[in-house]
């Protein structure tokens, strides 16, 4: 292994960017629109590779007792091109390793009494929603938990985490978008002072109605099984959820507000507000707005330093496709429900 796979990179420095949002509500058209910077760049690993590629799913993995040689075997991140081959990662996991009694005391109490995490713990290989969200909601006892990650292995767990992804990616600044950040809010910005998180929300009864449509084309009348059995849901319990991902945006924005910008999807891809709201993101994430605004053909075509098609990259209007696949009766409940927590969402936006 070289010198230069082993020195301790300078990446988390450079202000990461962490997308958040509830899912169907505009986090990978924001994660493409600034995937243009080429200090966020990185190498394309695969033609296929889709969303899947860059979310390195922090709050998965942020456990030091989970087994970290099984998270390297399944490829979270690509730790054998960042360590310089086998060598490299196995001196890297004999120096995470085990850690002593008293510190897996520590981390079991802190995983069970503040994380609320011990259910992943017990099933490692089963990477499901219940790992990021815990068993508390997310607004909650936010400075317990930063605190607590603080004296927590946690936060060099995320750190080595995104320095490893990045490494292998060749990026010079992190951007990582998983819309479930939002769950792990405190505990990430105690890990990763120098972040910058932003919050994408959209108009709930299109994101319920994108989450319909999409179940139904997918599934075709099967059972709801795999990866879009999330998308299956009743308008109550979509209410419940949503209302819980604004929560905790409000929540966070309270306590750290410095590392959170709420940014409205229909705001974004209005062609009357769309200037306006792509430089006030460009302002707080100190990028120049000239790339972000910048238009393509609208030709589908792949970058070789980027990971999706650049066409994608250019907000257009929304126009509210899907609405015709929910109920009268689903449109009332989701519009009654969510109406104080979108407003509120929609004041932060500027």
């Given at each position: 292994?070289?010198?230069?796979?082993?020195?301790?990179?300078?990446?988390?420095?450079?202000?990461?960017?962490?997308?958040?949002?509830?899912?169907?509500?505009?986090?990978?058209?924001?994660?493409?629109?600034?995937?243009?910077?080429?200090?966020?760049?990185?190498?394309?690993?695969?033609?296929?590779?889709?969303?899947?590629?860059?979310?390195?799913?922090?709050?998965?993995?942020?456990?030091?007792?989970?087994?970290?040689?099984r998270i390297h075997r399944q490829g979270w991140p690509h730790w054998d091109e960042a360590l310089g081959g086998k060598a490299g990662v196995d001196a890297y996991l004999a120096r995470r390793g085990r850690p002593s009694l008293p510190r897996e005391w520590l981390e079991r109490v802190l995983g069970s009494y503040v994380f609320?995490?011990?259910?992943?713990?017990?099933?490692?290989?089963?990477?499901?929603?219940?790992?990021?969200?815990?068993?508390?909601?997310?607004?909650?006892?936010?400075?317990?938990?930063?605190?607590?990650?603080?004296?927590?292995?946690?936060?060099?767990?995320?750190?080595?985490?995104?320095?490893?992804?990045?490494?292998?990616?060749?990026?010079?600044?992190?951007?990582?978008?998983?819309?479930?950040?939002?769950?792990?809010?405190?505990?990430?910005?105690?890990?990763?002072?120098?972040?910058?998180?932003?919050?994408?929300?959209?108009?709930?009864?299109?994101?319920?109605?994108?989450?319909?449509?999409?179940?139904?084309?997918?599934?075709?009348?099967?059972?709801?099984?795999?990866?879009?059995?999330?998308?299956?849901?009743?308008?109550?319990?979509?209410?419940?959820?949503?209302?819980?991902?604004?929560?905790?945006?409000?929540?966070?924005?309270?306590?750290?507000?410095?590392?959170?910008?709420?940014?409205?999807?229909?705001?974004?891809?209005?062609?009357?507000?769309?200037?306006?709201?792509?430089?006030?993101?460009?302002?707080?994430?100190?990028?120049?707005?000239?790339?972000?605004?910048?238009?393509?053909?609208?030709?589908?075509?792949?970058?070789?330093?980027?990971?999706?098609?650049?066409?994608?990259?250019?907000?257009?209007?929304?126009?509210?496709?899907?609405?015709?696949?929910?109920?009268?009766?689903?449109?009332?409940?989701?519009?009654?429900?969510?109406?104080?927590?979108?407003?509120?969402?929609?004041?932060?936006?500027?």
């Amino acid at each position: 292994m070289t010198a230069a796979a082993t020195a301790p990179s300078s990446v988390l420095r450079n202000a990461p960017v962490l997308i958040a949002g509830y899912p169907r509500s505009g986090t990978t058209l924001l994660y493409r629109m600034l995937a243009r910077y080429p200090e966020f760049g990185a190498a394309e690993r695969a033609m296929t590779m889709g969303d899947s590629a860059h979310e390195t799913a922090l709050s998965f993995f942020m456990s030091p007792l989970l087994d970290f040689d099984r998270i390297h075997r399944q490829g979270w991140p690509h730790w054998d091109e960042a360590l310089g081959g086998k060598a490299g990662v196995d001196a890297y996991l004999a120096r995470r390793g085990r850690p002593s009694l008293p510190r897996e005391w520590l981390e079991r109490v802190l995983g069970s009494y503040v994380f609320h995490d011990r259910v992943f713990e017990r099933f490692t290989s089963d990477v499901d929603s219940v790992a990021v969200r815990g068993w508390s909601r997310a607004d909650r006892r936010l400075p317990l938990r930063r605190a607590a990650m603080r004296i927590s292995g946690r936060t060099q767990v995320v750190r080595d985490f995104l320095e490893l992804a990045a490494r292998a990616s060749g990026s010079e600044r992190v951007l990582d978008k998983f819309p479930f950040h939002y769950y792990r809010f405190a505990e990430l910005s105690a890990a990763l002072p120098e972040a910058r998180f932003v919050f994408i929300h959209r108009s709930p009864v299109d994101v319920f109605a994108s989450m319909v449509h999409r179940a139904r084309t997918e599934l075709k009348g099967r059972p709801p099984m795999g990866s879009v059995a999330w998308l299956v849901m009743s308008s109550a319990a979509f209410v419940r959820d949503w209302c819980d991902s604004a929560r905790a945006a409000h929540a966070f924005a309270a306590c750290a507000p410095e590392q959170l910008l709420i940014v409205d999807y229909d705001r974004l891809t209005s062609t009357t507000e769309r200037a306006d709201q792509v430089k006030r993101l460009a302002r707080y994430l100190e990028l120049p707005p000239e790339v972000m605004l910048a238009d393509t053909d609208g030709t589908p075509r792949r970058d070789p330093s980027k990971r999706f098609p650049l066409a994608s990259a250019t907000p257009t209007p929304n126009s509210r496709p899907f609405v015709d696949d929910l109920s009268a009766d689903d449109i009332a409940t989701v519009e009654e429900g969510c109406r104080t927590q979108a407003e509120l969402l929609r004041e932060a936006s500027g």
